[in-house]
């Protein structure tokens, strides 16, 4: 059973940026696709960014394309998520989420482990 754990959400003005990391423990990463979802206070759960296990192959939410940078480090079993440029409206609960095959997915069924979330607040 993989545990992740998101961390470096806060409060940051818009036009900034915004590093947020996601911990594994329990299971190595390094054969996992992963994941990074948002939520935002009454709507559903959408699509951030996703890696493959080699870190070769990404995706993007076409919405923050050109602003997010995915990567991970197999080694530390970390995924980290790079926002810059950050809107009021990237206000939400950031999520991590692994999923047990190689295949990046860009829907939350695609995924089958999921951190507890950091909140991220973009103000105007």
């Known amino acids: 059973q993989v545990q992740l754990v998101e961390s470096g959400g806060g409060l940051v003005q818009a036009g900034g940026s915004q590093r947020l990391s996601c911990a594994a423990s329990?299971?190595?990463?390094?054969?996992?696709?992963m994941g990074w979802f948002r939520q935002a206070p009454g709507k559903e759960r959408e699509f951030v960014a996703a890696i493959g296990w080699s870190a070769g192959i990404t995706y993007y939410a076409d919405s923050m394309k050109g602003r997010l940078t995915i990567s991970r480090d197999n080694a530390k079993n970390t995924v980290f998520l790079q926002m810059n440029s950050l809107k009021p409206e990237d206000t939400a609960v950031y999520y991590c989420a692994a999923s047990d095959t190689i295949m990046v997915a860009t829907t939350t069924s695609g995924y089958h482990y999921w951190g507890q979330g950091t909140q991220v607040t973009v103000s105007s």
């Open positions: 329990g299971g190595s990463i390094s054969t996992r696709a």
